[in-house]
């Protein structure tokens, strides 16, 4: 029964992590056409990818109709330019844009 126990805990742990990798931002993508989103990429391996993110062009989706997606739009896109090593988060859902994870926060290295 202990083992059990032992084995839902450790499981029902890695359903609760975001999403998360670590490398360079290597593509943003904005426009018109997708109103108050900004898509990027990162260069690593998603880790607890989110079993609604299907697209392979984009790793995370921001909302940026906010002030606070403007100041994450801003820390992105400063990230990128700079060619930083970020450690990105997602949450395990896919509701700013189908298929693109939504992002949680950025840790700048």
């Known amino acids: 029964m202990k083992y059990l126990l032992a084995a839902c805990l ?3 742990g890695a359903s ?3 999403s998360n990798e ?3 931002i290597t593509s943003i993508l904005t426009g018109p056409v997708y109103g108050d989103k900004l898509f990027f990429k990162v ?3 998603i880790k607890y990818k989110a079993s609604c993110h299907t697209n392979e062009h984009f790793d995370y989706v921001v909302d940026i109709s906010t002030s606070t997606g403007k100041a994450y739009m801003s820390l992105i896109m400063a990230a990128y330019a700079a060619g930083k ?3 990105v988060s997602g949450y395990h859902e896919c509701s700013i844009y189908p ?3 939504n992002f949680r926060s950025l ?3």
Do not use: C, D, L, M
């Open 43 to 45: 260069n690593g391996t």
């Open 99 to 101: 298929g693109v994870s």
């Open 22 to 24: 670590t490398g360079k």
């Open 10 to 12: 450790i499981f029902s």
């Open 16 to 18: 609760f992590a975001a």
């Open 85 to 87: 090593t970020v450690t």
């Open 107 to 109: 840790n700048s290295k």
